[in-house]
Structures are given as structure tokens and as C-alpha cells.
């Protein structure tokens, strides 16, 4: 009996996939016969942490579209981009494929912003969030920024000379800075030079998270797995849901007023077209997530690719070292006009973007027309970031690191700037692109003030990374050395707040 339920299984198996080839809505799409048939490569390349590579593989083979599995295609065109994230010809953005913000839904009995499906839904949560990211509110938060900022120029004159773990500081820095803006109190990680023990979860469950999306999308299997999931890791889950919990609840109940990310939301907790106390939970957790390791990734790709092309680093020290006449003067408006800095950053999110694979979207049916190809509904579909920046086809020279190209460089006038959309477009834009610039400009030019960078050995290949969600990134090992000066003022790390 076994033998034949075997043999019926391998059939079924067989007929699926020759349908999948040469009989599915999307068999006209380019790609490799084993995707186009069945989802297990693409499965076996995500939990193998090479998905990005792969990708950017596939698209420099066969285009700027891509079928990547039996339901799935990939795209690398600013074309796709504008047709799938944005509102064009009275067709809304495509939506979501709801499975992916499931866990959110499980932890906290509600989706966050990142996870809401319905575009109505999702305006309310960007409404009430909006404010705390605006000009205006980063403005009166620039002091709490400034003084971690303070505190990891400190922490690095401290280390100059030794051999440190530059992406770990990174980390700590911008962390402990979405802490005191989330929470109201940072996470302790420059003050202690260490990770806190959250935020080691956050950093090192990557796997387990893409592991849980993969789960939720295998239907009765995923059921099983899920049941089958060892009780330390499900131990590990709910300590981490349940701090997440008391770290709000302890904001919602401190009494400051000094401003800050709950200062605009609180208000509107429990409110009529505001947020329910389970969506704070969702959004405080994505508003850590995505406001910390992202630009600590790019500070770290950041410093990586300048100490490996010394005549850029060069470059940028020129320009920062000679547009102030002290440290003092350095601060987010006075940086934002240095062209080669805000030209490193622009490359930096191109040659290795933070998030690089986009949020994948669903088509409903029955269908739409992509990138001038109709595409049936039911078809997942997503912009792969990395492979987008990397292709021939968009850039010039992909896999160097050239600020210049974003100055006019005529060697670089074809570029195809419209694709490069590191933030996203549409209603589903990074709501804390502000807060990624001012972090990352202010950081990169107070450290490139004060030290010269130097790349160790161990660490030449650092670029070198699988990606589970985000990239598994190793130590950044480097060493700083104080610039000499006659004179250098360094602003003091104790911050004046309002008072109450």
C-alpha cells in the first residue's frame, strides 16, 4: 500500500509539473525548468541563503522578467516598479499577499503598517504614524540623535588603534537611538559596548523569521511544521513578544515632554481612525526593526566599500575635513550639502541596498499588465533590489563602488536612475527615510572628521553575505585612528531635553 501511494504521489508530482512548464498561465515568462515546474528550488535557494545572488544570476541570463517559480515572477525595470508599488491609470498599487504578516497577526492579534493588506486599512496606521517621521518632528528630535551620535565618536576614541567590529558598533548606535525614540530609553548597547539581549534576538532569529514566512506559505504542511516547532524556540518567540509589550506599556505610562515617536502616536491609541493597543505593539516592533538595522547596514556598507577603494575615502575626507572649521559646526543641515558624501550614501544603497529583495506583491485577478506584459491573478511578484542596482542593463560598471555617478560623471549619463528606488515608492514608501538620512549623514561625517579608517585582512571579503530576509552579516573588522589637529573641538555627549 505504501509503495503505491508512493507511486500515485510521484505522478501527481510529474503531471504538476509538466503542467507547471508548458501548460500555466505563465509559461510564456522566461526561466531556468526547474523553477518554471516546481517551487523547491526556490525554496531550497531562500533557506540556503543565496537568494539575491541567484536572482541577480537569473536576471543578467534572461531579462528584466523572470519566472522564479511555478507562481512567481521577478522584476528589474523602473517600468515594474512605477506599475506594481504606485496608483496609474485609476489601477491601485497591487496588495499584499496576506500570509506574509501572519506571525504579526499570531504575536499580537494585529498587523502592523509593514503587513496591513487592505490600502484603506494601511492609511490609517500611516496616518497616525506619519507626524513622528515628518521634517518638523525630526527637527525637535535631532538632539536625542545627536547624543548617541556624541556617545559613538566617544566609544570609537576610546578603541583607536585597536582592531573592532565596526558593523557591531554600528548596531549599537542605531539601536539604542530607535530605542529612546520608540520607547523613550535606549537599549544601553554604546553605553555598555554590547548588544542587548533583544536586540541579539532580533539580529540572530533572521534565519528563523524567513524560516516562519516559508512555513506559512506550504498551506497543511506549514500547519504541522508549526506544531512540530521546538519549545525553546517558541520560548524564545513569546520573551520576545512579550518584552516588545512591556516596553511599550512603560512609554505609555512615563510622563515626559520631550518629543519623540509615541509623543505624536500615543494620542491617537484607542482613538477613532487611530490605532488599537494590539497595532502599537505590531508597529513599535517594525518601527525598531526597520529603523535600526537598515541604516546600521549601510553604515557598515558604507565604511566597508570607502576603506576598500582608498581614492574615495580619500575624496570624502577632503570634503568633510575642509568644509568645517570645527566639529561643532557639523550637524544634518550643514552635512546634507556636502555633494560627495550624499553621493557615497547614494551609492552605498546601490552597489549593496539594505533591503534587497522588496516586499513581494500579489496580483488578484484577474490580472494586470506589467511592465507591457498581462499577468494572471493569483501571481506573486516583487522588485529584486539587489539584482535591479547589479545589472548591466541599469548601470553602468554594477559591481563598482562609484560615488561620481551620481555627480554627473559623464561616463555614467545612461545610468537608469528610475530604478534605483532604495525606499520604495508609493503609499508603501519607507516611512523612516528621513530618519536613515539624518542618522547615516551625520554618523559617516563625524567619524570621517575624526579618524582614518583601515580595513583588516580578515575582513577584505566581508561583502560576501547570505541573505535571510537581510543579509547575515559577519564582523567588520577595522581599525580607527584619531585625526591629528592642533585643535579639535568634540561636542559633549550630556544633551539638554526640555523640561517637563
Same mark, same amino acid.
Given at each position: 500500500?505504501?509503495?503505491?501511494?508512493?507511486?500515485?504521489?510521484?505522478?501527481?508530482?510529474?503531471?504538476?509539473?509538466?503542467?507547471?512548464?508548458?501548460?500555466?498561465?505563465?509559461?510564456?515568462?522566461?526561466?531556468?525548468?526547474? +523553477?518554471?515546474?516546481?517551487?523547491?528550488?526556490?525554496?531550497?535557494?531562500?533557506?540556503?541563503?543565496?537568494?539575491?545572488?541567484?536572482?541577480?544570476?537569473?536576471?543578467?541570463?534572461?531579462?528584466?522578467? *523572470?519566472? $522564479? !517559480?511555478?507562481?512567481?515572477?521577478? +522584476?528589474?525595470?523602473?517600468?515594474?516598479?512605477?506599475?506594481?508599488?504606485?496608483?496609474?491609470?485609476?489601477?491601485?498599487?497591487?496588495?499584499?499577499?496576506?500570509?506574509?504578516?501572519? *506571525?504579526?497577526?499570531?504575536?499580537?492579534?494585529?498587523?502592523?503598517?509593514?503587513?496591513?493588506?487592505?490600502? !484603506?486599512?494601511?492609511?490609517?496606521?500611516?496616518?497616525?504614524?506619519?507626524?513622528?517621521?515628518?521634517?518638523?518632528?525630526?527637527?525637535?528630535?535631532?538632539?536625542? $540623535?545627536?547624543?548617541?551620535?556624541?556617545?559613538?565618536?566617544?566609544?570609537?576614541?576610546?578603541?583607536?588603534? /585597536?582592531?573592532?567590529?565596526?558593523?557591531?558598533?554600528?548596531?549599537?548606535?542605531?539601536?539604542?537611538?530607535?530605542?529612546?525614540?520608540?520607547?523613550?530609553?535606549?537599549?544601553?548597547?554604546?553605553?555598555?559596548?554590547?548588544?542587548?539581549?533583544?536586540?541579539?534576538?532580533?539580529?540572530?532569529?533572521?534565519?528563523?523569521?524567513?524560516?516562519?514566512?516559508?512555513?506559512?506559505?506550504?498551506?497543511?504542511?506549514?500547519?504541522?511544521?508549526?506544531?512540530?516547532?521546538?519549545?525553546?524556540?517558541?520560548?524564545?518567540?513569546?520573551?520576545?513578544?512579550?518584552?516588545?509589550?512591556?516596553?511599550?506599556?512603560?512609554?505609555?505610562?512615563?510622563?515626559?515632554?520631550?518629543?519623540?515617536?509615541?509623543?505624536?502616536?500615543?494620542?491617537?491609541?484607542?482613538?477613532?481612525?487611530?490605532?488599537? *493597543?494590539?497595532?502599537?505593539?505590531?508597529?513599535?516592533? $517594525?518601527?525598531?526593526?526597520?529603523?535600526?538595522?537598515?541604516?546600521?547596514?549601510?553604515?557598515?556598507?558604507?565604511? +566597508?566599500?570607502?576603506? /576598500?577603494?582608498?581614492?574615495?575615502?580619500?575624496?570624502?575626507?577632503?570634503?568633510?575635513?575642509?568644509?568645517?572649521?570645527?566639529?561643532?559646526?557639523?550637524?544634518? =543641515?550643514?552635512?546634507?550639502?556636502?555633494? +560627495?558624501?550624499?553621493?557615497?550614501?547614494?551609492?552605498?544603497?546601490?552597489?549593496?541596498?539594505?533591503?534587497?529583495?522588496?516586499?513581494?506583491?500579489?496580483?488578484?485577478?484577474?490580472?494586470?499588465?506589467?511592465?507591457?506584459?498581462?499577468?494572471?491573478?493569483?501571481?506573486?511578484?516583487?522588485?529584486?533590489?539587489?539584482?535591479?542596482?547589479?545589472?548591466?542593463?541599469?548601470?553602468?560598471?554594477?559591481?563598482?563602488?562609484?560615488?561620481?555617478?551620481?555627480?554627473?560623471?559623464?561616463?555614467?549619463?545612461?545610468?537608469?536612475?528610475?530604478?534605483?528606488?532604495?525606499?520604495?515608492?508609493?503609499?508603501?514608501?519607507?516611512?523612516?527615510?528621513?530618519? =536613515?538620512?539624518?542618522?547615516?549623514?551625520?554618523?559617516?561625517?563625524?567619524?570621517?572628521?575624526?579618524?582614518?579608517?583601515?580595513?583588516?585582512?580578515?575582513?577584505? =571579503?566581508?561583502?560576501?553575505?547570505?541573505?535571510?530576509?537581510?543579509?547575515?552579516?559577519?564582523?567588520?573588522?577595522?581599525?580607527?585612528?584619531?585625526?591629528?589637529?592642533?585643535?579639535?573641538?568634540?561636542?559633549?555627549?550630556?544633551?539638554?531635553?526640555?523640561?517637563?
Amino acid at each position: 500500500m505504501a509503495q503505491t501511494n508512493t507511486s500515485q504521489i510521484g505522478i501527481l508530482q510529474t503531471i504538476s509539473f509538466i503542467y507547471n512548464v508548458y501548460f500555466h498561465p505563465l509559461s510564456a515568462y522566461p526561466g531556468p525548468l526547474l +523553477y518554471r515546474g516546481s517551487d523547491i528550488p526556490k525554496l531550497f535557494q531562500l533557506i540556503s541563503g543565496n537568494d539575491i545572488t541567484w536572482t541577480h544570476q537569473l536576471h543578467e541570463k534572461y531579462g528584466s522578467v *523572470v519566472r $522564479i !517559480a511555478p507562481s512567481e515572477l521577478s +522584476y528589474i525595470s523602473a517600468q515594474a516598479w512605477k506599475e506594481i508599488h504606485t496608483s496609474h491609470k485609476g489601477i491601485d498599487p497591487l496588495p499584499l499577499n496576506p500570509m506574509y504578516g501572519q *506571525v504579526e497577526m499570531d504575536h499580537f492579534g494585529a498587523y502592523s503598517t509593514l503587513w496591513q493588506v487592505n490600502l !484603506a486599512e494601511h492609511a490609517r496606521h500611516r496616518n497616525v504614524l506619519t507626524p513622528a517621521f515628518s521634517n518638523k518632528s525630526l527637527k525637535e528630535q535631532v538632539p536625542i $540623535i545627536s547624543k548617541y551620535v556624541n556617545l559613538l565618536v566617544q566609544r570609537m576614541r576610546e578603541n583607536a588603534g /585597536k582592531t573592532i567590529d565596526l558593523c557591531a558598533w554600528f548596531h549599537f548606535a542605531t539601536f539604542d537611538i530607535i530605542g529612546d525614540l520608540a520607547f523613550g530609553e535606549p537599549f544601553d548597547c554604546l553605553e555598555e559596548s554590547k548588544f542587548h539581549p533583544w536586540i541579539h534576538f532580533i539580529i540572530t532569529r533572521l534565519r528563523m523569521m524567513l524560516y516562519g514566512q516559508v512555513i506559512m506559505g506550504m498551506g497543511i504542511i506549514g500547519v504541522i511544521a508549526k506544531k512540530l516547532m521546538p519549545q525553546r524556540i517558541k520560548d524564545d518567540i513569546a520573551w520576545h513578544v512579550a518584552l516588545t509589550i512591556e516596553k511599550v506599556n512603560r512609554r505609555r505610562k512615563a510622563k515626559t515632554g520631550r518629543q519623540d515617536f509615541m509623543t505624536h502616536i500615543l494620542p491617537k491609541v484607542e482613538q477613532p481612525d487611530g490605532l488599537s *493597543v494590539g497595532e502599537l505593539y505590531a508597529n513599535a516592533q $517594525i518601527l525598531v526593526m526597520a529603523g535600526s538595522e537598515t541604516s546600521a547596514t549601510l553604515l557598515a556598507v558604507m565604511a +566597508y566599500y570607502l576603506m /576598500k577603494n582608498p581614492d574615495k575615502l580619500r575624496r570624502l575626507q577632503a570634503e568633510v575635513r575642509t568644509a568645517f572649521a570645527s566639529e561643532a559646526e557639523i550637524d544634518f =543641515a550643514t552635512v546634507s550639502k556636502l555633494p +560627495y558624501l550624499v553621493a557615497v550614501i547614494s551609492e552605498s544603497l546601490r552597489i549593496q541596498p539594505p533591503i534587497p529583495l522588496s516586499i513581494p506583491r500579489f496580483v488578484p485577478h484577474p490580472g494586470a499588465t506589467i511592465d507591457g506584459r498581462f499577468v494572471p491573478g493569483g501571481t506573486n511578484l516583487a522588485i529584486s533590489q539587489f539584482a535591479a542596482y547589479r545589472s548591466r542593463s541599469n548601470f553602468r560598471d554594477p559591481d563598482r563602488f562609484v560615488p561620481e555617478r551620481w555627480l554627473g560623471e559623464e561616463r555614467y549619463a545612461d545610468d537608469n536612475r528610475d530604478v534605483f528606488q532604495p525606499f520604495s515608492l508609493g503609499p508603501r514608501n519607507c516611512i523612516g527615510r528621513h530618519l =536613515a538620512q539624518v542618522e547615516t549623514r551625520l554618523i559617516l561625517a563625524r567619524l570621517v572628521w575624526n579618524f582614518d579608517f583601515e580595513l583588516m585582512p580578515d575582513s577584505e =571579503a566581508w561583502h560576501v553575505q547570505r541573505t535571510f530576509l537581510l543579509y547575515e552579516k559577519g564582523p567588520l573588522h577595522a581599525r580607527l585612528t584619531p585625526v591629528r589637529r592642533e585643535s579639535v573641538q568634540v561636542p559633549s555627549i550630556v544633551v539638554e531635553e526640555k523640561a517637563v
